[in-house]
């Protein structure tokens, strides 16, 4: 059984930063790629970022240049580090595994962490 837990999330001014990591507990095998997607309130979730198994980075237009994935086998976690965050990037946070081929994800989810960008 495959457990997934973000954390990181919080209040945070135009401008700032945030690392949020999500961790992973049980046997993973075989893992395509894995990503993270936001939901606004009110609206649908959408892709943020996604890394493969070699490594390769895909992000969303309204993010690069300010956001990187990256992971880390030996803790099983990855990490989204958020840099100069905009108010329209409030959310909630959520890691997906097992995606993002066209940017689709799998049904495989983190409970989520609230980020929220306001002054």
């Known amino acids: 059984q495959v457990q997934l837990v973000e954390s990181g999330g919080g209040l945070v001014q135009p401008g700032g930063s945030l690392r949020l990591p999500c961790t992973r507990s049980?046997?993973?095998?075989?893992?395509?790629?894995m990503g993270w997607y936001r939901q606004a309130p009110g609206k649908e979730r959408e892709f943020d970022a996604s890394?493969?198994?070699?490594?390769?980075?895909n992000y969303a237009d309204s993010v690069k240049g300010r956001f990187t994935i990256s992971g880390d086998n030996a803790k099983n976690t990855m990490y989204l580090q958020m840099n100069s965050l905009k108010p329209e990037d409030t959310g909630v946070y959520y890691c997906?595994?097992?995606?993002?081929?066209?940017?689709?994800?799998?049904?495989?989810w983190g409970q989520g962490t609230q980020v929220t960008v306001s002054s």
């Open positions: 997906n595994l097992d995606c993002c081929w066209r940017e689709r994800p799998s049904g495989y």
């Open positions: 049980g046997s993973i095998f075989s893992i395509n790629a």
């Open positions: 890394i493969t198994g070699g490594g390769s980075t």
